[in-house]
């Protein structure tokens, strides 16, 4: 295997992993430090706990707030989760074989998770960046902002162009995933003559250094978002 493709698909992919779980943890260690405030922020009427619970869920996954405030980007961030979620679930299929009919349903929907999914996951995300180039949001947007949007659309559209340009059997990745799993990084042979072997790459590439920065940028919110609408909803 070609060094450069050797390290980014073997070594690399450990790296990312490792970074992303002790970054993770480390966050994550840090907001349950956080000092709890002396005054109670819950909204009145309290709800009883079981609503408490589906209402902190229901604000961080629904986003009720943006809704009212701006309807066009509440669309355009509930299609980008939605379809994160999508693309997150396809990529399950790689990583084994599921039991019984679990295998089956994973197999018949493949087109639409790993196809419509991230198509739409890559509109989502190119929606999102060319807003930050007009007025009032140019002016709020920091360079991260722009970075973390280029590396998900980059990595979205060469996990598109595998999807629809290269023809490699499902099998074949699961056999790279078999390599990772036995610490002996490998492209099996039909992925590695194919003719999207760099695209697989340079997808490998960008979804590392989306990995090893994710627990130290903006993304992380979701996670922090639980803890603060917890607060809020007392």
Request: avoid cysteine; glycine fraction near 8%.
């Amino acid at each position: 295997m070609h060094a450069l493709a050797y390290w980014i698909t073997g070594p690399g992919v450990y790296l990312a992993v490792g970074v992303f779980a002790l970054g993770l943890g480390y966050r994550l260690y840090q907001w349950r430090r956080m000092a709890a405030s002396p005054m109670r922020l819950g909204i009145f009427p309290k709800p009883p706990p079981g609503a408490k619970v589906l209402r902190i869920v229901a604000d961080t996954l629904a986003f009720p707030q943006l809704a009212e405030v701006n309807p066009s980007l509440w669309v355009a961030a509930i299609v980008f989760h939605v379809a994160l979620l999508g693309v997150f679930v396809g990529h399950l299929h790689l990583l084994g074989r599921f039991p019984g009919q679990l295998e089956e349903m994973m197999t018949a929907n493949a087109s639409l998770v790993g196809g419509t999914m991230g198509v739409l996951w890559a509109l989502a995300a190119l929606y999102l960046l060319i807003r930050r180039f007009k007025t009032p949001y140019k002016e709020i947007s920091t360079p991260e902002d722009y970075l973390l949007l280029l590396l998900i659309l980059g990595a979205v559209v060469m996990g598109d162009h595998l999807r629809f340009f290269g023809h490699v059997d499902v099998g074949v990745y699961q056999e790279y995933i078999r390599s990772l799993y036995a610490f002996r990084p490998e492209l099996p042979a039909a992925l590695a003559t194919s003719s999207v072997k760099w695209s697989f790459v340079v997808h490998i590439l960008l979804a590392n250094l989306l990995l090893i920065y994710l627990p130290f940028s903006k993304l992380v919110h979701f996670i922090g978002a639980f803890f603060t609408n917890g607060i809020r909803r007392g």
